[in-house]
């Protein structure tokens, strides 16, 4: 869960239901597994808070004035970002970690806004037990149908990987065009 939350390719959703099922068939502890995943993920989410408490607001208003076209991203949205995590940057990051693709990410623009470290990790961690719970426990119920739920699974997310990649590239394509800002 530590990789990750560092590097999204390898998705929690295919890890700790295959945990989950390793438990299922006595080859894990069912608890050993709910921690391990918790723990790991809650580190990872750490790792990207330090990233984005390192990079700051200012920071990263400079690098999306100089930048922002591939960061799709222009420094008045930082500044709406920072304004938005202000006021509901808790239920962000709550909601963020039991959202695919979101997860990984949420925890940089909470250190970028200046989140205080002990509402990130509480936050984080509610939303990572009820994810890593979800999904332990699906692998755990699934058992030896696992396999051909993730048949079934698969290619839902390859489509949602297109549909992000398709998002992304329009956004680059109009960058200039939806806020007047060129990048």
Not at 49 to 78: D, I
Not at 117 to 138: D, E, H, N, Q, R
């Amino acid at each position: 869960m530590l990789i990750d939350n560092i590097f999204p390719p390898i998705p929690s959703e295919v890890i700790m239901p295959l945990a989950g099922f390793a438990a299922a068939r006595g080859q894990l502890s069912l608890v050993g597994v709910f921690l391990a995943g918790t723990a790991g993920s809650l580190s990872g989410a750490l790792v990207w808070y330090g990233v984005g408490r390192w990079l700051g607001r200012e920071r990263l208003r400079r690098f999306a004035a100089r930048h922002g076209r591939w960061l799709t991203l222009s420094p008045a949205e930082v500044d709406r970002a920072g304004a938005w995590f202000a006021r509901r940057g808790g239920v962000t990051v709550l909601v963020g970690r039991v959202v695919p693709g979101v997860r990984s990410l949420i925890s940089v623009p909470a250190g970028v806004a200046g989140m205080p470290l002990t509402p990130f990790l509480a936050y984080s961690a509610l939303g990572t037990i009820v994810w890593t719970g979800l999904l332990t426990a699906a692998g755990y119920g699934l058992g030896e149908n696992y396999r051909s739920v993730g048949r079934l699974i698969e290619p839902i997310g390859n489509g949602v990987l297109v549909l992000a990649l398709v998002l992304y590239l329009y956004r680059v394509a109009t960058f200039g065009r939806r806020s007047g800002v060129r990048g």
